[in-house]
T-cell receptor
């Protein structure tokens, strides 16, 4: 089984609809992240969470919200989807390892392709 | 702007070497990373280099770091068709463990 799973894998929706993307992990990591990928722009961080009680905005959080329901689950919501939110969305996790200082390997899910019409 | 920069495309003949270049922004980044994204998949860490190193070699991969110029490169020797992917350079600016990614270089290996 995959360590980081995302549902759905593909979603087509209409402008104004509320959408939730879900992420689950079995790696036991405390840190979870949501990114969006757009061609030519790379990955941009939307939100991140260092534990269940810690939620932080990334560089492009407007129009998005998140919920960290448990250590293993981190959901991304689009309250009212708009066409420029059409993108590939990735969830990622990482673990803090005190013996490796600031080393930050992130483990990515397979992505959710979202199309907003 | 404060962006990690990479060229967007690289085409290379099978068997040749590929070199992907990156300029990063934060001299305090302790580690610098190369991630690989294969078609239809998420990113996976390919290799990384600690900031006090100039070079790291790992089988067919060589990472070069020039801290003075904030320049990072990835060389893939004997490039194979399975190396066709998008390669992302990433840094960890500041002290809160987030990663900042470049736009990604799409490497196409031709026969």
């Amino acid at each position: 089984d995959a360590d980081v799973t995302q549902t759905p894998r593909n979603r087509i929706t209409k402008t104004g609809k509320r959408i939730m993307l879900e992420c689950s992990q079995t790696k036991g990591h405390d840190r979870m992240y949501w990114y969006r990928q757009d061609p030519g722009l790379g990955l941009r961080l939307i939100y991140y969470s260092f534990d269940v009680k810690d939620i932080n905005k990334g560089e492009i959080s407007d129009g998005y919200s998140v919920s960290r329901q448990a250590q293993a689950k981190f959901s991304l919501s689009l309250e009212s989807a708009i066409p420029n939110q059409t993108a590939l969305y990735f969830c990622a996790t990482s673990d803090f390892q005190s013996d490796r200082g600031r080393f930050n390997e992130q483990f990515f899910g397979p992505g959710t392709r979202l199309t907003v019409l | 702007g404060e962006d990690v920069e990479q060229s967007l495309f690289l085409s290379v003949r099978e068997g040749d070497s590929s070199v992907i270049n990156c300029t990063y922004t934060d001299s305090s980044s302790t580690y610098l990373y190369w991630y690989k994204q294969e078609p239809g998949a998420g990113l996976q860490l390919l290799t990384y280099i600690f900031s006090n190193m100039d070079m790291k070699q790992d089988q067919r991969l060589t990472v070069l770091l020039n801290k003075k110029d904030k320049h990072l490169s990835l060389r893939i020797a004997d490039t194979q068709t399975g190396d066709s992917a998008i390669y992302f350079c990433a840094e960890a600016p500041g002290d809160d463990y987030k990663l900042s990614f470049g736009a990604g270089t799409t490497v196409t290996v031709r026969a």
